[in-house]
């Protein structure tokens, strides 16, 4: 079953405080273009620029996740992102108008709602999933970190924390598919020990925290209140009152799951893989997560994602083309020695596979080269071209009624030589929508799963005046 993208309907507007910077900030989502991704841009800088939603772009996970691009900061990036993720949406251009986003709630809750409240809308492009054909483990041993990812057909997710705490021992959490976010995994809070908040006023880290935003977890049977008065005035949050009643929640805060620290472990990690730029068909499993671990475990992906971009697309060549050679010349004109196409394995709404055999028939052999066969790159790019032709031609009506016309070739590049007895898997996308009969596509040519020739081609549609 074929997905289609995502985007919210309208935008939506929020205000909060950053939890670390303890900046007001007002924030908005809105609607993107397909293929867009997620992105944000800061309004509050003269140039407003725009920083990606990128693993390439992290710089820093301490207590949250922080991506940067040319010099300019996004922090606390987590929380929103899972949202979106959590609600399926892939894409929305997020302004905000200071460096971090707002805590809210301290967990995805309130970010999902506005995201509810104005609903979303399918965009004709498909869903392009990041999927598996093998196990993926990844291990920290000095840290204690464990992930591991295996083939699946929904995003799941598994994860154990464990701290040796009174409080806070070994829990576990799983989303069996992302439909169960935002009813399981949404609404959890962000949490903190309290021997921890010392250290972290002290780095700057927690300006904007509050009881409202934040779990904070109380190892010690007896506190001396003045100890307490004293963090709260570090806090800046000398009104505040706090209480300790043992081990247990400051406050006596309640939780709205028993194990809402690892729910809000498993909502950290929706929220860094989102980095990745793809949404996920895979079961995650890890163990003693954070936000480093999060971080370093989506760059393994992202580099199983550009190996698998090098494989080239995975074709089952035993299958019954779409079109076979009578079908493809019954849509183009050319005809031997200058046919170049053999069949047709997939048509997209954007994009085509097709597939030419290299025999030692080829007539080029008898001159390029006697004794060292080798297929010209020219006719690889008019092989490729005419690939485009047909993926062009099967968008009308009466395609033997056209021709495609070159009028540009951009990017064009040979890897490795192509020999008698080679396949070449040509798969093209389009780089824009066909408009006034323009189809400029992309195109990469494969050889036993790794580039031979690639090429970027501006066509031209046109019906034979013959025909009219």
């Known amino acids: 079953m074929i997905e289609k993208q995502r985007t919210l309907k309208d935008s939506v507007k929020l205000k909060g405080v950053g939890l670390h910077t303890g900046k007001e900030v007002e ?50 990036t987590e929380h929103l992102l899972a949202a979106l993720v959590g609600c399926q949406i892939d ?8 460096p971090e986003l707002p805590i809210m709630n301290g967990s995805s809750e309130m970010f999902v709602k506005a995201i509810e409240s104005v609903g979303t809308v399918e965009q004709n492009a498909e869903r392009e999933y990041f999927e598996l054909d093998e196990n993926i483990p990844w291990e920290d041993e000095e840290k204690g970190i464990e992930f591991l990812a295996i083939p699946d057909t929904n995003y799941r997710l598994t994860v154990m924390v464990d701290y040796q705490s009174p409080v806070l021992g070994t829990q576990h959490a799983s989303m069996y598919h992302i439909g169960e976010f935002i009813s399981e995994i949404s609404q959890c809070r962000t949490f903190v020990f309290l021997r921890e908040l010392e250290y972290l006023a002290k780095n700057n880290l927690i300006k904007g925290g509050d009881l409202n935003n934040a779990i904070v977890l109380v190892e010690r049977e007896k506190i001396d ?22 081990i247990g929640v400051l406050n006596s805060t309640k939780l709205k799951f028993e194990n809402e620290p690892a729910r809000h472990k498993l909502l950290d990690i929706v929220g860094d893989l989102a980095l990745l730029g793809k949404p996920i068909k895979a079961h995650i499993l890890a163990a003693r997560p954070g936000h480093y671990g999060n971080v370093e475990f989506t760059k393994i992906l992202r580099g199983i994602i550009k190996k698998q971009k090098t494989k080239g697309p995975q074709v089952d060549l035993t299958k019954a083309p779409l079109y076979n050679i009578q079908d493809i010349e019954s849509m183009l004109p050319h005809r031997f020695p200058f046919l170049m196409v053999d069949k047709v394995m997939e048509i997209t709404d954007n994009s085509i596979i097709g597939i030419k055999n290299i025999t030692m028939n080829e007539p080029i052999f008898t001159g390029h080269f006697p004794g060292n066969p080798v297929f010209p790159g020219v006719l690889q790019v008019e092989a490729m071209a005419q690939v485009g032709g047909i993926f062009a031609l099967s968008q009308v009506e009466e395609p033997h009624l056209y021709s495609t016309y070159f009028m540009k070739i951009d990017n064009v590049r040979f890897k490795q030589k192509v020999i008698p007895g080679d396949t070449i898997i040509f798969e093209l996308k389009l780089m824009s929508p066909i408009r006034r009969g323009l189809v400029q596509m992309e195109g990469k040519g494969y050889v036993n799963g790794q580039i031979v020739s690639e090429a970027e081609m501006l066509a031209q549609i046109v019906k034979d005046k013959s025909n009219d």
């Open 91 to 98: 894409n929305a251009l997020i302004k905000l108008n200071a």
């Open 27 to 76: 924030l908005e989502i809105e609607p993107a273009n397909e293929n867009f991704g997620y992105k944000f841009q800061r309004t509050d800088l003269e140039e407003q620029p725009i920083i990606e939603a990128d693993i390439d772009l992290v710089i820093s996970t301490e207590r949250g996740t922080t991506l940067e691009k040319k010099g300019t900061r996004i922090y606390t």
């Open 225 to 246: 209140q003045q100890e307490l008065d004293s963090l709260a005035k570090l806090l800046g949050k000398e009104n505040l009152k706090v209480t300790v009643d043992g």
